[in-house]
Protein backbone atom coordinates (compact mmCIF):
# COMPACT_ATOMS: atom_id res chain seq x y z
CA UNK A 1 0.00 0.00 0.00
CA UNK A 2 2.96 2.29 1.31
CA UNK A 3 4.47 1.92 -2.65
CA UNK A 4 0.76 2.39 -3.80
CA UNK A 5 0.91 5.51 -2.67
CA UNK A 6 4.25 6.84 -3.85
CA UNK A 7 3.56 5.44 -7.02
CA UNK A 8 0.56 7.54 -7.40
CA UNK A 9 2.22 10.53 -5.37
CA UNK A 10 5.23 11.15 -8.35
CA UNK A 11 2.70 10.01 -11.02
CA UNK A 12 0.05 12.45 -10.65
CA UNK A 13 2.13 15.21 -8.81
CA UNK A 14 0.21 14.80 -5.40
CA UNK A 15 1.39 16.45 -2.21
CA UNK A 16 0.56 14.43 1.00
CA UNK A 17 0.86 16.32 4.18
CA UNK A 18 2.58 15.28 7.02
CA UNK A 19 0.00 16.49 9.92
CA UNK A 20 -3.04 14.79 8.28
CA UNK A 21 -1.47 11.34 6.80
CA UNK A 22 0.34 8.81 9.16
CA UNK A 23 1.68 5.08 8.40
CA UNK A 24 0.38 2.16 9.94
CA UNK A 25 2.57 -0.95 9.81
CA UNK A 26 0.62 -4.52 10.02
CA UNK A 27 1.72 -7.59 10.80
CA UNK A 28 5.72 -6.19 10.80
CA UNK A 29 8.82 -6.75 11.93
CA UNK A 30 11.60 -5.03 13.86
CA UNK A 31 13.08 -3.38 10.53
CA UNK A 32 10.28 -1.55 10.74
CA UNK A 33 10.32 0.30 14.40
CA UNK A 34 12.76 2.67 13.42
CA UNK A 35 12.17 3.20 9.58
CA UNK A 36 11.90 6.43 8.55
CA UNK A 37 8.82 6.90 6.06
CA UNK A 38 8.74 9.58 3.25
CA UNK A 39 5.88 10.45 0.81
CA UNK A 40 7.73 12.53 -1.89
CA UNK A 41 10.24 14.89 0.43
CA UNK A 42 7.42 15.05 3.23
CA UNK A 43 8.08 12.84 6.29
CA UNK A 44 4.92 10.80 7.40
CA UNK A 45 4.63 9.68 10.62
CA UNK A 46 3.16 6.60 12.40
CA UNK A 47 0.71 5.42 13.98
CA UNK A 48 -1.13 2.31 16.17
CA UNK A 49 -4.32 2.09 14.80
CA UNK A 50 -6.90 3.47 12.15
CA UNK A 51 -10.74 4.08 11.80
CA UNK A 52 -12.04 3.54 8.94
CA UNK A 53 -15.88 2.78 7.79
CA UNK A 54 -16.53 2.35 11.36
CA UNK A 55 -14.18 -0.42 11.78
CA UNK A 56 -11.03 0.15 14.15
CA UNK A 57 -7.83 -1.33 12.56
CA UNK A 58 -4.75 -1.92 14.63
CA UNK A 59 -1.29 -3.03 13.88
CA UNK A 60 -2.18 -6.43 15.27
CA UNK A 61 -4.77 -6.78 12.16
CA UNK A 62 -8.77 -6.29 13.26
CA UNK A 63 -8.89 -8.15 16.75
CA UNK A 64 -10.12 -4.73 18.52
CA UNK A 65 -13.21 -4.37 15.52
CA UNK A 66 -13.63 -8.10 15.95
CA UNK A 67 -14.03 -6.66 19.89
CA UNK A 68 -16.23 -4.34 19.40
CA UNK A 69 -18.57 -6.14 17.75
CA UNK A 70 -19.52 -8.42 20.42
CA UNK A 71 -19.89 -5.89 22.64
CA UNK A 72 -22.21 -4.34 20.10
CA UNK A 73 -24.30 -7.23 20.22
CA UNK A 74 -24.17 -7.73 23.82
CA UNK A 75 -25.26 -3.90 24.40
CA UNK A 76 -28.18 -4.48 22.21
CA UNK A 77 -29.12 -7.09 23.92
CA UNK A 78 -29.27 -5.24 27.19
CA UNK A 79 -31.12 -2.80 25.23
CA UNK A 80 -34.12 -5.45 24.51
CA UNK A 81 -34.23 -7.25 27.49
CA UNK A 82 -34.98 -3.44 29.07
CA UNK A 83 -37.16 -2.49 25.99
CA UNK A 84 -39.29 -5.98 26.18
CA UNK A 85 -40.69 -5.10 29.85
CA UNK A 86 -42.45 -2.58 28.37
CA UNK A 87 -44.30 -4.60 25.05
CA UNK A 88 -47.08 -6.85 24.70
CA UNK A 89 -45.91 -7.89 21.97
CA UNK A 90 -42.10 -9.48 22.44
CA UNK A 91 -42.03 -11.43 19.41
CA UNK A 92 -42.85 -8.51 17.04
CA UNK A 93 -40.67 -6.05 19.13
CA UNK A 94 -37.43 -7.91 19.74
CA UNK A 95 -37.67 -9.76 15.85
CA UNK A 96 -38.04 -6.37 14.39
CA UNK A 97 -35.21 -4.70 15.95
CA UNK A 98 -32.26 -7.35 15.84
CA UNK A 99 -32.96 -8.45 11.82
CA UNK A 100 -33.36 -4.37 10.74
CA UNK A 101 -31.25 -1.95 13.30
CA UNK A 102 -28.98 -4.86 15.09
CA UNK A 103 -27.59 -7.19 12.71
CA UNK A 104 -26.69 -4.65 9.70
CA UNK A 105 -24.86 -2.55 12.12
CA UNK A 106 -22.89 -5.72 13.64
CA UNK A 107 -22.46 -6.80 10.23
CA UNK A 108 -20.95 -3.64 8.11
CA UNK A 109 -17.89 -4.50 7.30
CA UNK A 110 -17.30 -7.54 8.45
CA UNK A 111 -17.09 -9.12 4.92
CA UNK A 112 -13.23 -7.33 4.96
CA UNK A 113 -12.23 -9.28 8.22
CA UNK A 114 -10.76 -12.59 8.41
CA UNK A 115 -13.28 -13.95 11.02
CA UNK A 116 -12.82 -17.80 12.27
CA UNK A 117 -15.58 -19.71 13.85
CA UNK A 118 -14.81 -19.07 17.72
CA UNK A 119 -15.79 -15.22 17.08
CA UNK A 120 -18.62 -16.13 14.91
CA UNK A 121 -19.71 -18.61 17.54
CA UNK A 122 -19.78 -15.68 20.32
CA UNK A 123 -21.97 -13.53 17.79
CA UNK A 124 -24.63 -16.61 17.36
CA UNK A 125 -24.91 -17.23 20.94
CA UNK A 126 -26.18 -13.89 21.58
CA UNK A 127 -28.37 -14.12 19.19
CA UNK A 128 -29.62 -17.44 20.36
CA UNK A 129 -30.27 -15.34 23.61
CA UNK A 130 -31.92 -12.75 21.76
CA UNK A 131 -34.54 -15.15 19.89
CA UNK A 132 -35.61 -16.87 23.40
CA UNK A 133 -35.87 -13.46 24.53
CA UNK A 134 -38.29 -12.78 21.81
CA UNK A 135 -40.50 -16.17 22.43
CA UNK A 136 -40.14 -15.97 26.47
CA UNK A 137 -38.92 -19.42 26.51
CA UNK A 138 -35.70 -20.91 28.78
CA UNK A 139 -32.21 -20.82 28.16
CA UNK A 140 -32.98 -24.75 27.73
CA UNK A 141 -35.01 -24.58 24.26
CA UNK A 142 -33.40 -26.09 21.50
CA UNK A 143 -31.89 -23.26 19.55
CA UNK A 144 -33.26 -25.11 15.93
CA UNK A 145 -36.50 -24.37 17.34
CA UNK A 146 -35.59 -21.15 17.83
CA UNK A 147 -33.78 -19.80 14.85
CA UNK A 148 -36.56 -22.02 12.35
CA UNK A 149 -39.69 -20.03 14.20
CA UNK A 150 -37.50 -16.77 13.49
CA UNK A 151 -36.32 -17.37 10.65
CA UNK A 152 -32.98 -16.42 11.53
CA UNK A 153 -29.54 -16.81 9.55
CA UNK A 154 -26.52 -17.71 11.62
CA UNK A 155 -23.56 -15.01 11.63
CA UNK A 156 -21.68 -17.48 9.53
CA UNK A 157 -23.98 -18.45 6.95
CA UNK A 158 -24.34 -14.08 6.40
CA UNK A 159 -20.45 -14.22 6.94
CA UNK A 160 -20.44 -17.03 3.78
CA UNK A 161 -22.67 -14.50 1.49
CA UNK A 162 -21.24 -11.36 2.78
CA UNK A 163 -17.02 -12.24 1.95
CA UNK A 164 -18.43 -14.18 -1.58
CA UNK A 165 -20.06 -11.22 -2.78
CA UNK A 166 -17.03 -9.03 -1.91
CA UNK A 167 -15.04 -11.63 -3.52
CA UNK A 168 -16.55 -10.82 -6.81
CA UNK A 169 -16.21 -7.35 -6.67
CA UNK A 170 -13.01 -7.40 -6.18
CA UNK A 171 -12.62 -9.35 -9.69
CA UNK A 172 -15.00 -8.02 -11.36
CA UNK A 173 -12.68 -4.73 -10.33
CA UNK A 174 -10.30 -2.57 -12.74
CA UNK A 175 -6.96 -3.12 -12.17
CA UNK A 176 -6.10 0.92 -11.60
CA UNK A 177 -8.42 0.40 -8.26
CA UNK A 178 -6.45 0.43 -4.85
CA UNK A 179 -8.46 -2.50 -3.68
CA UNK A 180 -7.54 -4.58 -6.35
CA UNK A 181 -3.75 -3.85 -6.78
CA UNK A 182 -3.41 -4.47 -2.69
CA UNK A 183 -5.50 -7.89 -2.89
CA UNK A 184 -3.14 -9.44 -5.40
CA UNK A 185 -0.30 -7.74 -3.77
CA UNK A 186 -1.08 -9.66 -0.84
CA UNK A 187 -2.64 -12.86 -2.64
CA UNK A 188 -0.53 -15.57 -1.46
CA UNK A 189 -0.44 -14.62 1.99
CA UNK A 190 -3.83 -13.06 2.56
CA UNK A 191 -5.77 -14.93 5.19
CA UNK A 192 -8.81 -13.22 3.80
CA UNK A 193 -8.51 -15.34 0.41
CA UNK A 194 -8.07 -18.67 2.62
CA UNK A 195 -11.18 -18.40 4.37
CA UNK A 196 -13.14 -17.04 1.18
CA UNK A 197 -12.04 -20.22 -0.92
CA UNK A 198 -13.25 -22.05 2.18
CA UNK A 199 -16.65 -20.27 2.22
CA UNK A 200 -17.06 -21.43 -1.35
CA UNK A 201 -16.26 -24.83 -0.46
CA UNK A 202 -19.16 -25.08 1.54
CA UNK A 203 -21.77 -23.81 -1.23
CA UNK A 204 -19.56 -26.34 -3.89
CA UNK A 205 -18.90 -23.26 -5.91
CA UNK A 206 -15.59 -24.35 -7.96
CA UNK A 207 -12.79 -21.96 -8.68
CA UNK A 208 -11.14 -21.44 -12.09
CA UNK A 209 -7.21 -20.61 -11.54
CA UNK A 210 -5.83 -17.76 -13.84
CA UNK A 211 -2.83 -18.77 -15.83
CA UNK A 212 -0.33 -16.24 -17.41
CA UNK A 213 2.58 -16.93 -19.37
CA UNK A 214 2.27 -20.64 -19.13
CA UNK A 215 2.48 -20.63 -15.12
CA UNK A 216 -0.66 -20.70 -12.32
CA UNK A 217 -1.03 -17.73 -10.33
CA UNK A 218 -2.40 -17.35 -6.85
CA UNK A 219 -5.48 -16.03 -7.90
CA UNK A 220 -8.67 -17.64 -8.64
CA UNK A 221 -11.94 -17.01 -9.52
CA UNK A 222 -15.46 -17.55 -8.51
CA UNK A 223 -17.89 -20.52 -11.10
CA UNK A 224 -20.87 -22.02 -10.87
CA UNK A 225 -21.20 -25.61 -9.53
CA UNK A 226 -21.75 -26.28 -13.49
CA UNK A 227 -18.96 -24.05 -14.77
CA UNK A 228 -20.85 -21.06 -15.48
CA UNK A 229 -20.60 -17.87 -13.73
CA UNK A 230 -17.33 -16.26 -15.50
CA UNK A 231 -19.81 -14.18 -17.62
CA UNK A 232 -22.07 -12.78 -14.93
CA UNK A 233 -22.42 -9.76 -13.06
CA UNK A 234 -22.23 -8.94 -9.63
CA UNK A 235 -25.48 -8.93 -9.43
CA UNK A 236 -26.69 -12.20 -11.09
CA UNK A 237 -23.51 -13.76 -8.78
CA UNK A 238 -25.60 -12.05 -5.60
CA UNK A 239 -28.93 -13.83 -6.43
CA UNK A 240 -26.92 -17.06 -6.89
CA UNK A 241 -24.58 -16.74 -3.62
CA UNK A 242 -28.08 -16.12 -1.91
CA UNK A 243 -29.83 -19.10 -3.13
CA UNK A 244 -26.72 -21.72 -2.39
CA UNK A 245 -26.19 -19.97 0.81
CA UNK A 246 -29.72 -20.57 1.86
CA UNK A 247 -29.36 -24.09 0.47
CA UNK A 248 -26.70 -24.32 2.82
CA UNK A 249 -28.26 -22.98 5.78
CA UNK A 250 -31.21 -25.00 5.84
CA UNK A 251 -29.22 -28.27 5.04
CA UNK A 252 -27.05 -27.75 7.94
CA UNK A 253 -30.26 -26.86 10.11
CA UNK A 254 -31.72 -30.08 9.04
CA UNK A 255 -28.94 -32.34 9.76
CA UNK A 256 -28.65 -30.64 13.70
CA UNK A 257 -32.17 -31.85 14.21
CA UNK A 258 -31.06 -35.59 13.89
CA UNK A 259 -31.02 -37.85 16.62
CA UNK A 260 -32.61 -35.15 19.56
CA UNK A 261 -36.02 -36.77 20.05
CA UNK A 262 -37.47 -33.55 21.39
CA UNK A 263 -37.53 -32.57 17.90
CA UNK A 264 -39.67 -35.68 16.06
CA UNK A 265 -42.38 -33.16 15.22
CA UNK A 266 -40.20 -30.18 14.78
CA UNK A 267 -37.96 -32.06 12.09
CA UNK A 268 -40.99 -31.65 9.92
CA UNK A 269 -40.50 -28.36 8.97
CA UNK A 270 -38.99 -27.46 5.71
CA UNK A 271 -37.85 -23.71 5.76
CA UNK A 272 -36.38 -21.12 8.50
CA UNK A 273 -39.28 -18.94 8.51
CA UNK A 274 -41.05 -16.15 11.12
CA UNK A 275 -44.07 -18.10 12.18
CA UNK A 276 -46.58 -15.07 12.96
CA UNK A 277 -48.59 -16.72 15.57
CA UNK A 278 -46.60 -15.86 18.53
CA UNK A 279 -47.71 -12.47 20.06
CA UNK A 280 -45.70 -12.68 23.16
CA UNK A 281 -48.51 -14.16 25.31
CA UNK A 282 -47.91 -17.25 27.75
CA UNK A 283 -50.02 -19.37 25.53
CA UNK A 284 -47.21 -18.60 22.44
CA UNK A 285 -44.26 -19.55 25.25
CA UNK A 286 -46.25 -22.82 25.96
CA UNK A 287 -46.91 -23.58 22.26
CA UNK A 288 -43.25 -23.53 21.21
CA UNK A 289 -42.93 -26.46 24.27
CA UNK A 290 -45.25 -28.20 22.66
CA UNK A 291 -44.21 -27.91 19.17
CA UNK A 292 -40.40 -28.78 20.56
CA UNK A 293 -42.32 -31.86 22.52
CA UNK A 294 -40.64 -30.33 25.76
CA UNK A 295 -43.91 -29.39 27.26
CA UNK A 296 -43.06 -29.99 31.27
CA UNK A 297 -45.49 -32.94 31.52
CA UNK A 298 -44.80 -35.82 34.33
CA UNK A 299 -43.12 -38.00 31.55
CA UNK A 300 -40.41 -36.08 31.01
CA UNK A 301 -39.93 -33.96 34.90
CA UNK A 302 -40.61 -37.11 36.70
CA UNK A 303 -37.32 -37.67 38.46
CA UNK A 304 -38.15 -33.50 40.01
CA UNK A 305 -41.27 -33.43 40.84
CA UNK A 306 -42.53 -33.79 44.80
CA UNK A 307 -44.21 -37.39 43.48
CA UNK A 308 -41.64 -38.81 41.94
CA UNK A 309 -43.97 -40.27 38.98
CA UNK A 310 -44.81 -40.76 35.42
CA UNK A 311 -48.32 -40.66 35.81
CA UNK A 312 -50.96 -38.08 35.23
CA UNK A 313 -51.82 -36.66 38.49
CA UNK A 314 -54.97 -34.69 37.22
CA UNK A 315 -57.22 -37.76 36.60
CA UNK A 316 -56.79 -41.23 37.93
CA UNK A 317 -56.87 -43.61 34.73
CA UNK A 318 -52.84 -44.41 35.62
CA UNK A 319 -51.78 -43.29 32.61
CA UNK A 320 -48.09 -41.59 31.95
CA UNK A 321 -48.68 -38.01 31.68
CA UNK A 322 -47.66 -37.09 28.03
CA UNK A 323 -47.87 -33.90 25.86
CA UNK A 324 -50.27 -36.21 23.62
CA UNK A 325 -51.74 -37.52 26.71
CA UNK A 326 -52.96 -34.02 28.22
CA UNK A 327 -53.75 -32.14 24.97
CA UNK A 328 -55.95 -35.10 23.66
CA UNK A 329 -57.31 -37.29 26.55
CA UNK A 330 -56.66 -35.75 30.08
CA UNK A 331 -60.52 -35.68 31.77
CA UNK A 332 -59.32 -32.88 33.50
CA UNK A 333 -59.35 -30.87 30.75
CA UNK A 334 -62.13 -32.03 28.94
CA UNK A 335 -64.29 -28.42 29.11
CA UNK A 336 -61.00 -26.35 27.63
CA UNK A 337 -60.63 -29.55 24.80
CA UNK A 338 -64.08 -29.18 23.75
CA UNK A 339 -63.64 -25.26 23.14
CA UNK A 340 -60.60 -26.34 20.84
CA UNK A 341 -62.26 -29.01 18.86
CA UNK A 342 -65.13 -27.08 18.19
CA UNK A 343 -62.81 -24.75 16.45
CA UNK A 344 -60.82 -27.71 14.90
CA UNK A 345 -64.14 -29.20 13.39
CA UNK A 346 -65.46 -25.95 12.01
CA UNK A 347 -62.30 -25.42 9.98
CA UNK A 348 -62.31 -28.95 8.90
CA UNK A 349 -65.72 -28.17 7.83
CA UNK A 350 -66.92 -31.28 8.94
CA UNK A 351 -67.63 -32.99 12.33
CA UNK A 352 -64.69 -35.49 13.25
CA UNK A 353 -62.63 -35.38 16.41
CA UNK A 354 -58.84 -34.67 15.76
CA UNK A 355 -57.87 -38.51 17.36
CA UNK A 356 -59.86 -39.94 14.07
CA UNK A 357 -56.43 -38.27 12.46
CA UNK A 358 -53.08 -40.22 12.90
CA UNK A 359 -51.91 -39.00 16.53
CA UNK A 360 -48.61 -37.46 14.96
CA UNK A 361 -49.49 -35.89 12.23
CA UNK A 362 -53.11 -34.48 14.08
CA UNK A 363 -50.47 -33.05 16.75
CA UNK A 364 -48.62 -31.79 13.97
CA UNK A 365 -51.67 -30.21 12.78
CA UNK A 366 -52.66 -28.37 16.00
CA UNK A 367 -49.50 -27.09 17.09
CA UNK A 368 -49.06 -25.38 13.23
CA UNK A 369 -46.33 -27.79 12.12
CA UNK A 370 -48.23 -29.22 9.28
CA UNK A 371 -47.95 -27.92 5.38
CA UNK A 372 -51.68 -27.48 5.94
CA UNK A 373 -51.54 -25.33 9.44
CA UNK A 374 -54.41 -23.04 9.86
CA UNK A 375 -53.67 -19.98 12.01
CA UNK A 376 -57.49 -19.61 13.62
CA UNK A 377 -56.64 -23.84 14.65
CA UNK A 378 -52.91 -22.74 16.37
CA UNK A 379 -55.03 -19.54 18.24
CA UNK A 380 -57.50 -22.06 19.54
CA UNK A 381 -54.55 -24.24 20.82
CA UNK A 382 -52.39 -21.34 22.47
CA UNK A 383 -55.88 -20.55 24.12
CA UNK A 384 -56.26 -24.55 25.53
CA UNK A 385 -52.39 -24.45 26.91
CA UNK A 386 -53.18 -21.17 28.43
CA UNK A 387 -56.49 -22.59 30.35
CA UNK A 388 -55.27 -26.14 30.53
CA UNK A 389 -52.20 -24.81 32.51
CA UNK A 390 -53.93 -22.29 34.72
CA UNK A 391 -56.57 -24.92 35.57
CA UNK A 392 -53.20 -27.51 36.65
CA UNK A 393 -51.54 -24.64 38.84
Known amino acids: MYEIVQGYSRDFKVKFGGDKSKVMVINGDETDRDKEWNIGEVKIGRTKEYKYLGCMLSEDGCARAKGEKVVKAMQWWGRLSSVTKYRANKYECVRGIWKYVTVPSITFGMNVMAWHGGDLEKLDMLQNRVGRLALGTPKWRAVEAIRGDLGWSLFSERM ?21 QIFEWNLSESLWEKISWGHARKLKIQKTVRVRIG ?74 AVRCKALSVNRRTWSGNEENTRLCLQCNRGVEETVEYLILESSKYEHERESLMDVVHEQYEEKRNARCVEEESGMRYLVGLDEECNRTVVDAMKDFLAHAWNKQQ
Open 160 to 180: VKAVLNYKVRIERMENKRWVK
Open 215 to 288: RAMDDWLLRGRRGRGMEWDCNKWKKEIEKLTKEYGVNKWKHSMNGKTTLIWYASKNVLRCEMFYDGSFGSQLLL
